[in-house]
């Protein structure tokens, strides 16, 4: 396949509402593409869609919850304008792009900006659809949020090249005058749930379709590509494990992918047939077969980013809870501070517990069922570490 090809397929253009557009010209916006948000196709003619109550898109055909229908475009006066470039994940993960897309929904929603999406299929696009949408005169985009710290070597560059346009970086620090950095505590959050898997997998527990036997105290962690960043992740749930019962073995895999499914599936069996009761995947779009394999096994999982339970419903009934992240918080910050002309490039935000940046979510189906005494044990350490009394580690190695 030609690069050209692979670029006007996954190149996403919307104008107050959202629809596909392929490669963009150097002085103008992009136009053209497909209208179902996946990486197929290559139909060239624009279709604009309009967004459900929740904020999430919409699609003419279902696909992981999300459901579109044509709507005419409407123009603003002056409208701000947002490029989004989502990491290789790809939209539809019920993870982590999807809730950055969500906090550009809440902002067109409420500023009526404008949003432009990009969805890479690899590392090596990143750097041309950030050029893209900073090259643009046909609109102009006053914000271009790039999404996951796989995006941090092209925006660097691409920082560098384009001074006069301002960048927001999700999940990595690029230190560029025009860059405003996100950052988050991953691994706070997952010390929540990696507790609460040592406390279940130690004790005979039953819910849904997945059961813990306490003769087997051992659960598992899929990462995606392996990395510091998702090294947090294992860091923090490790921690939280053993700070449960040092006994607890914890099986970590890491699939190389954050959307190989597949992969997800195949790493999450091994654990469970070696006695993992619980799987914690921090994997975007890979973490999907993570879920299928607990249901095939009766085990459970750890959903991430977002409250899995929900974007992902069909596997409720095995997803214990979720280490959500508020990337859509990030998002909607950087947005809302173009649209109020107070932009701060060069700095950095984290956001941990005590911002309520990160947080472990109990599963809507499955939630009520997990012992009070193991829900009052994670909010006591919640408010530990925000106190500072629990140090959570960010290296795997220290733990």
């Given at each position: ?22 490669l ?50 409407t ?12 990491a290789?994940?790809g ?14 929904f ?18 090596a ?28 070597d ?19 620090v690029?230190?560029q ?30 819910a849904g ?22 090294r947090?992740?294992?860091?923090g749930y490790?921690?939280?494990v ?5 006994n ?62 929900v ?6 009934n ?24 107070s ?14 940046g990160?947080?472990?979510v109990?599963?809507q189906?499955?939630?009520?069922e ?6 009052d ?23």
């Amino acid at each position: 396949m030609r690069r050209e090809d692979i670029d006007r397929r996954t190149f996403i253009k919307g104008t107050g509402v959202v629809g596909l557009a392929g490669l963009a010209g150097c002085s103008g916006g992009p136009t053209g593409g497909s209208s179902d948000g996946s990486s197929g196709g290559s139909e060239d003619t624009a279709t604009e869609t309009s967004s459900g109550e929740s904020g999430e898109s919409t699609e003419s055909t279902e696909s992981d919850g999300m459901e579109e229908t044509e709507t005419e475009s409407t123009e603003s006066s002056d409208p701000v304008n947002v490029g989004m470039v989502y990491a290789t994940g790809g939209l539809g993960d019920g993870s982590f792009n999807d809730q950055a897309q969500q906090g550009a929904f809440q902002a067109r929603d409420e500023f009526d900006v404008q949003i432009g999406e990009a969805q890479p299929e690899e590392v090596a696009q990143f750097s041309t659809f950030q050029q893209q949408f900073a090259q643009s005169t046909d609109p102009t985009y006053e914000l271009v949020c790039c999404i996951g710290f796989l995006q941090t070597d092209a925006l660097s560059q691409t920082a560098q090249d384009f001074p006069d346009q301002n960048f927001m970086l999700v999940d990595s620090v690029v230190e560029q005058p025009n860059v405003a950095n996100y950052v988050f505590a991953e691994h706070e959050g997952s010390y929540l749930v990696g507790q609460m898997a040592g406390l279940l997998t130690t004790q005979e527990f039953s819910a849904g379709e997945g059961s813990t036997a306490s003769d087997s105290t051992t659960v598992g962690f899929v990462g995606g590509v392996e990395s510091d960043l998702i090294r947090k992740f294992e860091a923090g749930y490790t921690a939280g494990v053993k700070a449960a019962d040092e006994n607890v073995e914890v099986l970590t895999n890491y699939t190389g992918s954050f959307n190989d499914p597949a992969a997800g599936k195949e790493a999450a069996l091994a654990m469970y047939n070696s006695g993992a009761d619980i799987v914690y995947h921090a994997s975007g779009n890979t973490g999907t077969g993570v879920f299928q394999a607990a249901q095939e096994q009766g085990k459970f999982a750890i959903g991430v980013d977002r409250d899995q339970s929900v974007t992902k419903e069909s596997f409720a009934n095995v997803i214990l809870a979720s280490m959500v992240k508020r990337v859509d918080t990030a998002v909607f910050d950087a947005i809302e501070s173009v649209v109020d002309d107070s932009f701060q490039g060069g700095n950095v935000v984290t956001l941990g517990l005590e911002e309520d940046g990160v947080a472990a979510v109990y599963g809507q189906q499955l939630g009520s069922e997990i012992p009070q005494e193991v829900k009052d044990a994670v909010s006591t350490s919640r408010e530990s570490i925000i106190a500072g009394d629990i140090s959570v580690p960010t290296d795997p190695g220290n733990v």
